[in-house]
């Protein structure tokens, strides 16, 4: 009888360990924690045509919690920081942030649009977001890098 239960103990472990872990070369992919702005990519309408690193002192940090948003934007030369909060949503390759409020700029900018749709490219740590024409093609992306 000891061996009996001894063996469905061990059983029941092997169970429970292999249902809790991730496969292997399975990567967490989340929007979620803060990201801050590393590059521009301009493409020719799908391939990348040039990297643009963002000027001395620029900062721009976007914060992804429980389907909310929260960007900010400092230049050293503007006396006015940006920001801006809404919600956001995720697929396997888009990304919709829907702008709720924000500084005056974006308070203005809110009278024309205020849903952003993005073609997402979304690793663990690293993601970039791809504006596309009218036409489906790339135009230029933002890429982040996950500091939380």
Not at 25 to 49: P, R
Not at 113 to 122: A, C, G, H, S, V
């Amino acid at each position: 009888m000891k061996k009996i239960v001894g063996l469905v103990l061990i059983v029941m472990l092997i169970s429970a360990f292999t249902t809790t872990t991730n496969p292997p070369n399975t990567v967490l992919k989340t929007m979620e924690g803060t990201w801050e702005l590393e590059s521009f990519y301009s493409y020719d309408g799908e391939a990348i045509t040039d990297t643009i690193q963002k000027d001395e002192g620029y900062r721009q940090v976007k914060m992804y919690s429980k389907g909310k948003i929260m960007w900010t934007r400092y230049v050293p030369d503007d006396p006015h920081g940006r920001f801006g909060y809404g919600s956001y949503r995720i697929s396997k390759d888009e990304l919709v942030e829907t702008i709720e409020y924000g500084d005056d700029a974006m308070m203005k900018a809110l009278d024309t649009m205020r849903n952003f749709t993005f073609e997402l490219d979304l690793e663990k740590d690293r993601f970039s977001q791809i504006t596309l024409d009218e036409e489906g093609n790339r135009t230029s992306s933002e890429n982040y890098v996950r500091i939380d």
